[in-house]
């Protein structure tokens, strides 16, 4: 039964609690206990039912899924080996205009794949591409626009924390939306590319006039800096497997996701320890996975409480009945939704933008007869963009924040500016996904 005093005092406390810079995840336990306590009148109620859904969250199998990808991505990433593949795709690229851009491209696009966080790419190749991309005169905004838009990648090509967390949020096949990524990333990829390939040739001072080409990199590599035929080749082989093992293990029905990203954290540990890896880099990695996890579960909690409140106090099917009941066509129903995540984009973080809103948005998805796992695939770009749009945009501050000792020199809005591009290839990647759902669900359809 809806109860409109109820559901007023609700919106307007989450969305005061948020406004004044209040954690999300308290911001929404508390919000979900005054729901609660409204409805019942009874704390026992609240205490009660606040324990059960934090015991049916974290002992869920499926949880254990972040913190294991999370973990997987962070050994292989301290082993070097994204270094090393980086240096083999710009050296096979000598001939081609802009290349170091386009290797900090497919280089974040090949780190996606064994890592499920944009800021993780985001740290990495501020530090491993924008020294080599401004060691051959490429425009400082340009080169730093690379990096932040090639990094929402993270966040698409599985495995993805992102995809993770919505597939617990609405109960789909976490495996389905990893394989659904998969084409909606290859085609970003294609298009920030060509994007690069455009700029390189239409404005060639923005890639150092051509200076990265050709055989003036012969005379201007540093032999120092290149890794080793055999680095390349064992970098290469490792990424692979990890790609073929836990990915493919999960999309064939091998094992859960669970168990690849356990597979995964194994295969991460053990590519680590044979590019040198010790036990103290090994607890260090841990560590910092788990004091990033850590808060993603309680957010998840929070959420699933959140969920309850909104199913309690009827909040989420009156909202709900308002999209429905509008008449309006369903592709104008899912541009506001998107229009939606692109404004909340400019303050909150992806995750919180996602424990808000997917379990009111995802339904009314459905009931409009959109796929949910096409829907899952927009709702992430469209998050995801959240990461470059200002004041916010996550990324673009991890990016300034990663250059820091390199030059302190370039403004924020600098960043901001020039990640504009890839927010507008977002855009046009979604137009295409709701136009032809099939870019997202071709592939899950063959395997499930």
């Not at 499926?62 to 270094?83: C, D, N, R």
């Amino acid at each position: 039964m809806f109860d409109v005093p109820v559901a007023t005092i609700l919106i307007v406390s989450l969305l005061v609690m948020v406004a004044m810079g209040v954690h999300i995840a308290i911001a929404l336990g508390m919000t979900s206990a005054l729901g609660v306590f409204l409805v019942t009148g009874s704390f026992d109620v609240v205490l009660s039912m606040l324990a059960s859904t934090a015991y049916e969250s974290l002992r869920s199998y499926e949880f254990a899924v972040i913190p294991l990808f999370m973990l997987m991505g962070e050994f292989i990433g301290k082993s070097g080996a994204v270094k090393d593949v980086y240096q083999a795709i710009q050296r096979g690229l000598r001939r081609l205009p802009g290349r170091l851009a386009v290797a900090t491209l497919l280089g974040n696009a090949i780190f996606s794949f064994v890592t499920g966080v944009s800021i993780a790419s985001a740290a990495a190749f501020s530090r491993i591409a924008y020294p080599e991309m401004r060691r051959f005169g490429y425009h400082d905004g340009f080169a730093l626009g690379a990096v932040a838009g090639s990094s929402c990648l993270g966040m698409l090509i599985p495995p993805s924390v992102l995809m993770i967390v919505w597939g617990l949020l609405t109960e789909r096949s976490i495996g389905q939306i990893f394989l659904a990524g998969v084409l909606p990333g290859l085609l970003l990829l294609t298009l920030f590319i060509t994007y690069v390939l455009a700029s390189a040739v239409l404005r060639p001072h923005v890639v150092g006039g051509g200076k990265d080409q050709g055989a003036k990199v012969a005379a201007e590599e540093n032999p120092d800096d290149a890794s080793s035929g055999m680095q390349v080749l064992g970098s290469a082989v490792g990424i692979t497997l990890v790609v073929l093992a836990v990915l493919g293990g999960i999309w064939f029905g091998v094992f859960t996701p669970t168990e690849g990203a356990g597979a995964g954290a194994f295969i991460g540990l053990v590519m680590a320890l044979a590019k040198g890896m010790r036990y103290r880099g090994i607890i260090d990695s841990i560590l910092s996975v788990g004091r990033t996890s850590a808060p993603i579960l309680l957010l998840l909690v929070a959420a699933s409480l959140y969920s309850r409140t909104l199913a309690m106090t009827g909040v989420s099917s009156a909202i709900q009945g308002v999209f429905l009941g509008a008449e309006l066509a369903p592709w104008m129903l899912i541009v506001i939704m998107v229009g939606i995540w692109f404004i909340l984009g400019m303050v909150i973080d992806s995750i919180s933008i996602m424990l808000l809103t997917v379990a009111i948005f995802e339904p009314i998805a459905v009931s409009l007869g959109y796929d949910p796992i096409a829907f899952a695939i927009v709702g992430i770009i469209a998050i995801e963009a959240g990461l470059l749009t200002p004041p916010f945009g996550l990324l673009v501050y991890t990016v300034k924040a990663a250059i820091q000792d390199e030059d302190d020199q370039i403004s924020i809005m600098t960043i901001f500016k020039s990640s504009t591009p890839y927010w507008f290839i977002m855009l046009v990647g979604m137009i295409a996904i709701i136009s032809f759902p099939q870019i997202a669900t071709y592939l899950p359809s063959l395997v499930f």
